[in-house]
């Protein structure tokens, strides 16, 4: 063997023939492969390093609701709560030493409370864009206690985990929205010999990753892996915003404020707008559907969705980046063919929608109805290079479809 080929490479030990390049240094060698490797590397840890740093540019709660606002109709007390609190979280991310300060910045968890189709899923991908920090979408009603069918709350983290590509440093300082939270409510308030493994069993078990604590995370989840190496998980920096429909409490609301009382009405009642009764919730509302007092504890911001009206429902269809109208016109535009709405096409979808009180999403339903028959025939049809949707065209389509067939998209 010559000499030339005894040389390889220090670090994945290739021989210098098998390599493109192979740089000599001080007794080492290295190739290319390993020099690109590397540079990734390099260039990986110096982003996640400049996203920290003191020349970082924190966005203000006013940009993050502008941004908000080009995506969500609407909502913006909400959008207030929630522009706040990541603005916040990130000032927290950029806290150098909190040992050299008299005052250390805490967290504040948020609970969203609306009716289905009003926009918390929404709101919480769309801050998803925005975000520099690792984001995750955890669903609550398949969650149980240890131990039971069903995954544990540490799946939570695991997808965590998962957005920040298992860099424990980046998923410390992450922030998860935990959806459907409302599924999770104890079921009586009668105590019972058989276990509440789906509500309050859930509930006292995600205590501790609210609080803050370090968790041990499975990196695959816990169940079909049980040999794996678990990651530890500090859960003091992770941000949680929950949110659900929390169907009914508007009678526990109704009943904390007396809004049914019998004879004269009282002068605090008729100041109280019966039609939006989420307006006035409080944290003892919360407690009486069913969550836990630790849990509401740990979540101190309580924030509302108000229920769409008719005019934010026709903004919905038009106004936003990602409005409906405009994705059915990208869609056609890619096919060559132009699509235009008639203005009163548009108030007859409004309509219906109301009918069914479904939210954004029943205007997905039928805008699915009236457009399945154009979006079956044009593409095949190269002729045709425009449609306009009339009033005429969206009630001859709604009238071949039944009721009973549109369902929440």
Do not use: W
Request: neutral net charge; aromatic residues 6%.
């Amino acid at each position: 063997m010559s000499e030339t080929e005894k040389i390889s490479c220090s670090f994945c030990g290739k021989n210098k023939q098998d390599t493109n390049i192979l740089i000599a240094g001080d007794s080492a060698h290295i190739c290319d492969s390993c020099i690109e490797q590397a540079h990734d590397i390099v260039k990986e840890d110096s982003v996640a390093q400049k996203a920290l740093s003191e020349d970082f540019k924190l966005l203000k709660p006013k940009a993050i609701k502008d941004y908000l606002d080009d995506f969500v109709i609407g909502q913006d007390e909400l959008k207030k709560v929630i522009s706040v609190a990541v603005y916040n979280h990130y000032k927290r991310l950029l806290q150098l030493d909190t040992s050299e300060e008299d005052v250390e910045i805490e967290k504040s968890n948020i609970i969203m409370v609306g009716q289905t189709g009003t926009g918390k899923t929404l709101i919480a991908r769309t801050i998803a864009k925005l975000l520099k920090v690792p984001f995750c979408i955890a669903d609550a009603t398949v969650l149980t206690e240890a131990g039971y069918v069903g995954e544990d709350v540490e799946s939570i983290l695991t997808r965590l985990l998962q957005a920040a590509d298992y860099n424990v440093e980046k998923a410390k300082k992450g922030i998860v929205f935990i959806d459907e939270i409302d599924k999770v409510a104890r079921k009586s308030d009668n105590p019972s010999i058989t276990r509440d493994v789906s509500g309050e069993g859930v509930q006292q078990a995600m205590l501790k990753l609210l609080e803050g604590t370090i968790v041990n995370v499975p990196p695959q989840g816990g169940r079909k892996h049980p040999d794996q190496k678990m990651i530890a998980l500090n859960t003091k920096d992770i941000l949680f915003i929950s949110g659900g429909a929390f169907v009914g409490i508007e009678q526990h609301i109704s009943r904390r404020m007396n809004t049914k009382s019998i004879g004269f009405r009282s002068e605090n009642e008729a100041m109280i707008d019966t039609e939006n009764l989420l307006q006035y919730i409080s944290p003892q509302d919360l407690k009486s559907f069913g969550l836990i007092p630790e849990l509401i504890g740990r979540m101190p911001v309580v924030s509302h969705l108000n229920p769409l009206d008719r005019i934010a429902l026709k903004k919905i269809l038009t106004e936003p980046r990602n409005a409906l109208i405009k994705q059915y016109q990208k869609l056609f535009e890619m096919e060559g063919i132009n699509l235009i709405f008639d203005k009163k096409a548009i108030d007859i979808i409004v309509d219906r929608a109301m009918e069914f009180k479904l939210g954004a999403r029943g205007l997905r339903s039928i805008c699915e109805a009236i457009m399945l028959d154009a979006m079956f025939e044009f593409p095949s049809d190269e002729s045709k290079k425009e449609l306009k949707i009339t009033a005429s065209y969206v009630k001859a389509q709604l009238s071949r479809v039944s009721s009973t067939k549109l369902k929440v998209a």
